[in-house]
C-alpha cells in the first residue's frame, strides 16, 4: 500500500492534532464543512473526531452522490427495468437507495429486473456490445468525478453505432450545491450554521481543479481547503482551516497537490463539455430544486439520452416529513437531532437520505459512531 | 475390449459430456454418475456400500465417550473455481471448520449435489477431485450422500450441500454465550483473502499480485489448540460477514462488548489495497480458512505460542479483548488512536462510487 500507507500515521496524526490544539484560540469555535462524503466517511472510520479539540466541529454536507439522487431519479430507473426489459447497468452503492412502493434497484432486481451492478461505463458499454438485441440503459449518477467516464462512453457508443445504449444522466455539479447550502434560506432564516470554512472535495477537484472554489472565498468570505481522502489529509486540511481562520483570511488552499491543480484536468472538462449541457434545474434529495446544479446530454447525443429514448417523465416525490436530511446536509442539524435516526430510520431500513450510502452523514454516525450518543 | 463394449454400457464422457436430467432421474446414468464419479474420488468403505445412509461405529475419543455435533452448510459460491480453491474444497473445508470449532474431532461428511441440466462433466469431475484431496487432506471422509439434477436455468451449475458430524469429548464445552468481559480476542491470521480472492474473480478485476482464497481444514490446527488446555471460551469461523460479523454475533450471544485493536489485525497488503481500491472494509469480507479465538486471558500468550507454532496459524494475533458494555458494541480503536464501532453490516458490502 505504498502512497497511502504514509498518509495513515497515527504518530503524524498525533502531532497534528496537537497543532491544532495549539492553534485553536481560547473561546473560539470553528465549524467546518467536510462537503464530500469521502471525507465524511474518514472522519467516522478513522476516529478523527476523537482527535479534534472541542472547539472544533466537523459539519458533514451534502457530497455524497447517493444521498442526495431524489427519490423521483430511482423510480424513473426501476421502471425502465421492470417495464421495459432494458438491462439497467448502475454502480455498486446506488442499488439500495430507497424508492417509492418500498422498492429500490436491488428489491426491483429480485422482481426480476434486469439489473446489473459495473465497475465502469466501459462494462456498460461492453454489456451492450454482448446484447445486441436488448437496450442497455447506463443508470449514471455522481459529481464531476463520474462524469467524464459518462461522456466518453457516450461519445463512444456514438462511435461505434450502438444504438441499444443510452443513460439516464443524473449527473450533478459540487459548486451549485455549496452555493445553495451558503444561500439556503435556513441557513438565512436561523443564522445557526457557523460555518467558518469548507474541506473541498478530493476527487471532484483533481478533475475541476482549484478555481471554481475561489468565488466562494471572495464573495462569502468562506476559507476552502481541498484535501485528500487519507485521514491524514483530512488533519492537514483542518489544521490549514484554523490557521486561516485565525489570521482572518479567506482563500483557497490545496492540501491535495499531489493530485490537484488549479485548472483541473481540461481534456476531462472538455470531453464533459462535448457531450454535455446545464439543465435548468434539477431537484436534489435534501436540498430541493436547485436550479443549474446538474448536468443532461446535448442534443447532438439525444440517441444516448435514456429520458428522451424511453419518453420517460420526471415525477418528484417528497421525503418523509418527520425526515430531516435537508437540515442535515445544510449542516443546520445533526444526525442524532432527527427523530427517525436510529428508530425508524436506519441503515438497514433508510427513509431519509443521508443513512442510504456509508458515506451519508446519517449512516456514517449510526454505523462508526452512535456509541458515543450512548455512553 | 472398450469400456462400452464389456457391459454395454458407455462410461461417462468426463471430457466433453454435460449433465443431463437422467443424472437425477434415479436410472442407470446416475447410478453410472455416482459410481463413476462421485464413488470413485469419495469412495470409502460407508460410501461403497450405497446404501441410503452409513451405518457408523459409535464414536469414542481416546476411549471415552463423547457427544455428537452435527453441522450442515449449503455452498453457491459464484464463480465455481476461484482462485486457490473451488466449491469443491470449499464445501468440505467449510463444514469440517464449523464442526471443529465446536471444539469437535469431525469423523464423517455426507455431500448433496444440486447439479444443473447442461453443466460440463469435465468441471463436475474436476470439483469432485477437489472434494476428495480436502477431504483426504483433512481425514473426514465423505460416507453418503445424494444427487439431484435440475433444469436448466433452475440452478447455477452446482450447488453442494455438507453435512458433518463430529464427536466433541465431555467437559469440553464452547460457545458464542461463554465470552467474559476481560477475555482474549485471537485470530488466526490475515483477514478478507476469500472474500477478495472471491470478488476479484466474479467482478473480472485482475490485480498485480495474485489473491488467493485461504480456504482451508482448521480441524488439525484446533486440535493443536485444545491440547495446550487453555482455557477456550469460544472458536468460531469467521465466514460471510467476515471478523465483524462474527464478533458481533459472539458480543450479542454473550451479553458483552468487544474492544479491538487495529493496528493487531493482520490483513494482507495486497487485500487491503483490493479493498481500498473496491471501498471495501476488510474486517467485513469473508475468509475461509481462519478462526477467532476467544479465551481466558491468563492463558492467552500459551495459545498463541501454540497457535503460531501450526502452520495454518503462523500469522495468529491478538487483536482485542472482550469489555463490558450493556449495548454489545463491538469497538475499534483506529491505527490514529480515535475510536469507532464495527457494526453490523446492513445487507451486503457493496462497492462505492467515489
Redesign the interface.
Known sequence: ?KY?DEF?D?EL??NLALSIGAEVQPGRSYSFMEFC??HT?AI????????LPPAVRMVHGPGC??CVLPIGRVDMAIDLALNHGVILCT??????IPASDGLSL?KAKARGGDIR?V?STLDALQIARDNPQREVVFFA???E??TPPTAVAIQQADKENLSNFSVICCHVLTPSAISNILESPEVRQWGTVPLDGFIGPA?VSTVIGSRPYEFFAEEYRKPVVIAGFE?LDVMQAILMLVRQVNEGRAEVENEFSRAVSRDGNLKAQDRVAEVFELRREFEWRGLSVVPYSALKIRRQYAAFDAERKFKLDYRSVPDNKACECGAILRGVKKPQDCKLFGTVC???NPIGSCMV???GACAAH??????KD?H | MSEAKRGYVRPLDLKHGRVDLTHGSGGRSMVQLISELFAKHLGNEYLGQGNDGAVLPAPTLEGRAGRLVMSTDCHVVSPLFFPGGDIGCLSVHGTVNDVAVMGATPLYLAAGFVLEEGFPLADLARIVESMAHAAAEAGVPVVTGDTKVVERGKGDGVFITTTGVGILPDGLELGGARARPGDAVIISGSMGDHGVAIMSKR?N?SFDAPIESDTVALNGLIAAMLATGADLRCLRDPTRGGLAATLNEIAGQSGVGVMLHE?AIPVK?VV??AC?FL?L?PLYVANEGKLIAICAPADADRLLAAMRAHPLGREASRIGEVIVDD?H?V?L?????????V?WL??DQ?????
Open positions: 500500500m497511502i495513515r497515527g496524526a498525533k462524503g469521502g466517511h467516522s472510520r478513522y476516529g478523527l473526531s476523537d482527535l452522490p447517493v454502480y455498486g452503492d446506488t442499488l439500495r436491488m451492478m465497475y449518477i455522481g459529481f468525478t463520474t476527487h485521514p436506519t441503515p438497514e450510502s456509508s458515506e449510526y454505523s462508526y459512531g452512535r456509541y450512548m | 467482478e478485476l493496528k497488503p487491503s489495497a481500498e471501498g472494509d449495548h458494541f469497538q480503536t483506529t491505527a490514529f488512536g480515535g475510536k469507532r464501532i457494526d446492513a445487507g457493496l462497492p462505492r462510487i467515489c
